[in-house]
């Protein structure tokens, strides 16, 4: 079984997210920051998400939330899990349509999530509500939410197209935070719609009750 060591609205949404899509059993340690010393033991690095896998021959470890999303999908997707399959685009997609999922799994950390928590981080630190990071970041971000909005003009549901993937985990995780961190982010319609999408699933709406 996968343990997941959870912050809730921290990054281990995302695998919380995954898991319940799912629908595979997990087991959950959840804490609040900073987090307890105890858990130093499991991560040297005191960062979340952070997953055991107790089903590999050794007990397995890993952080960083993209890397998690592919090594759960990936390591069913080999054994033929129709789940994982969905999730990850096919055990062998069209090299364009490869391409496309992994632009979009990392786009939601790189270019969404990062900005997004560096706004936030900066007005912690500094105390100011605008300065130059912030007022740069935030044009970052908005143009990249303007490209997104072109991608989802189609009228597709999902960032790469009819089905829902971890790509969409991962940037729905982005709005997430944006909310959470309250930094202004405005959503362009095609936009905003994509994210009622995604926060109707089910599975999203587990995820954030655990």
């Known amino acids: 079984m996968i343990t997941i060591y959870h912050v809730p609205s921290s990054r281990s949404q995302r695998i919380v997210w995954l898991m319940e899509e799912m629908e595979e059993p997990y087991a959950l340690e959840k804490f609040g920051i900073p987090v307890p010393e105890s858990f130093l033991d499991i991560n040297p690095l005191g960062s979340v998400p ?4 107790d089903d590999a021959d050794d007990p397995i470890t890993m952080f960083e939330s ?21 999730l990850a685009v ?24 990062t900005p997004i928590g560096t706004i936030f981080r900066t007005r912690v630190f500094s105390g100011e509500h605008t300065n130059a990071t912030i ?28 089905r829902f993937t971890i790509a ?20 362009p319609p095609h936009v905003a719609a994509y994210w009622a999408r995604l926060q109707a699933r089910p599975a999203y709406q587990r995820s954030i009750a655990v």
Do not use: C, M, W
């Not at 993209?66 to 969905?86: C, M, Q, S």
């Not at 970041?137 to 960032?159: H, I, M, N, T």
């Open 50 to 53: 952070t997953i055991v896998d």
């Open 66 to 86: 993209i890397a998690i999303l592919l090594y759960i999908t990936g390591r069913r997707l080999v054994a033929g899990n129709e789940r994982a399959i969905a």
């Open 90 to 113: 096919g055990p062998r997609p069209d090299a364009a349509h490869y391409a496309h999922h992994l632009q979009f799994l990392h786009f939601g950390e790189a270019d969404l999530a």
């Open 135 to 162: 007022a740069d970041q935030l044009g970052q971000v908005e143009k990249r939410l303007a490209y997104l909005d072109s991608v989802l003009a189609d009228g597709r549901p999902f960032v790469t197209g009819e």
């Open 168 to 187: 969409d985990i991962s940037i729905g995780y982005a709005f997430l935070l944006a909310e959470f961190t309250r930094v202004e982010v405005a959503l």
